[in-house]
């Protein structure tokens, strides 16, 4: 039994493109088109532009943007602000 790989950007091979449009980015980063149009804007992700003059992102950068994002650990604290608006909100 072979595992076959589907691939959500419309292409016509298995696995991810080296070159991503942006909402093939943003699927396989796991965000919104507009997450990623932004991260774009403000410079947290660089792109190219291809032959058809539209920006497109090369995946081993989105991947090096993905391992700089920050790690956390341990335990989330109570949501003390969201907590106080819904007693507010109750009242």
Same mark, same amino acid.
């Given at each position: 039994? %072979?595992?076959?790989?589907?691939?959500?950007?419309?292409?016509?091979?298995?696995?991810?493109?080296? *070159? *991503?449009?942006?909402?093939?980015?943003?699927?396989?980063?796991?965000?919104?088109?507009?997450?990623?149009?932004?991260?774009?804007?403000?410079?947290?992700?660089?792109?190219?532009? &291809?032959?058809? #003059?539209?920006?497109?992102?090369?995946? %081993? &950068?989105?991947?090096?943007?993905?391992?700089?994002?920050?790690? #956390? %650990?341990?335990?989330?604290?109570?949501?003390?602000?969201?907590?106080?608006?819904?007693? *507010?909100?109750?009242?």
């Amino acid at each position: 039994m %072979t595992l076959k790989l589907e691939n959500p950007c419309g292409v016509g091979l298995p696995g991810w493109p080296r *070159l *991503l449009r942006i909402p093939c980015a943003a699927a396989y980063a796991g965000k919104t088109v507009g997450f990623i149009e932004a991260s774009l804007r403000a410079g947290e992700i660089p792109y190219v532009i &291809d032959g058809s #003059q539209e920006r497109v992102i090369e995946r %081993t &950068d989105l991947d090096k943007w993905i391992d700089r994002l920050p790690r #956390q %650990t341990g335990k989330l604290r109570h949501p003390v602000a969201a907590s106080e608006a819904r007693k *507010l909100a109750a009242v």
